[in-house]
């Protein structure tokens, strides 16, 4: 072999070795990056209930659930804005130190996490990550209920800023947490939405009156809206 060839032959190696580790990396970072896979307790094998708002699993729930706190993480039946039927799963949380008289309800609406099944809140690593003031509203005694949205944790397609969709999954979140044991929710519920959540301008006052729950439903200012409600 010429000393040509053996530079040669040295230069495609190098270039061999270079690729590899590159394909390494990338399928390494690929893994890293997929969203987790939601476990059987999002899945239901029974028939559903008939009517939205129905508790159908509670389990307790403590993935950096802050000191002081004790949450769960919920089950239940919504409907879709075509009327359909769905499954949808969320977060309850409050402070351990909540007094035992009804307490208002904060109705958090989360920003985009993804549009698949693993990007649920109460599926990532940090369900709270987003979630402004989280210590003061615990340390004030308020009723922490946010939902994942029918179609993430659950399974079926996501919604993805359909505002009548994400507010029926809302109000049945809420609904649904009136069932828990252990919680009194008073009738004062305030919904609190960002980005993608702050869509519940466009989803909740814009329902007919027969779906909406029976209870007071003021509104917060909405943050960093990624599309323009109608009026």
């Not at 590159?22 to 559903?48: E, H, K, M, Q």
């Not at 340390?139 to 996501?158: E, L, N, R, S």
């Not at 919604?159 to 994400?166: F, P, R, S, T």
Request: net charge positive; proline share 9%; hydrophobic share 40%.
């Amino acid at each position: 072999m010429t000393a040509p060839q053996s530079r040669s032959l040295r230069f495609v190696r190098r270039l061999c070795g270079f690729a590899a580790l590159l394909l390494v990396a990338f399928v390494i970072g690929w893994l890293a990056a997929r969203p987790r896979v939601p476990d059987a307790f999002y899945n239901s094998t029974v028939g559903l209930p008939n009517k939205p708002g129905v508790l159908l699993r509670e389990e307790a729930f403590d993935r950096k659930v802050p000191a002081g706190a004790r949450a769960w993480r919920i089950l239940y039946t919504t409907t879709r804005g075509d009327g359909s039927q769905a499954l949808a799963s969320g977060i309850v949380m409050v402070s351990t130190q909540a007094q035992a008289d009804p307490r208002p309800v904060i109705a958090w609406t989360h920003g985009t996490t993804g549009v698949v099944e693993g990007c649920a809140p109460s599926v990532i690593a940090d369900p709270f990550a987003n979630v402004p003031a989280v210590q003061p509203l615990l340390d004030k005694g308020w009723i922490f209920v946010a939902t994942d949205y029918a179609g993430q944790g659950t399974t079926g397609p996501h919604a993805y800023l359909i505002g009548e969709d994400e507010a029926r999954a809302e109000l049945d979140a809420i609904r649904a947490a009136r069932q828990l044991k252990g919680i009194r929710p008073g009738n004062s519920t305030v919904v609190w939405g960002h980005s993608q959540g702050g869509m519940r301008r466009c989803g909740p006052r814009s329902l007919r009156r027969p779906t909406r729950p029976m209870f007071r439903w003021p509104e917060l200012p909405r943050s960093r809206l990624p599309a323009t409600c109608g009026r």
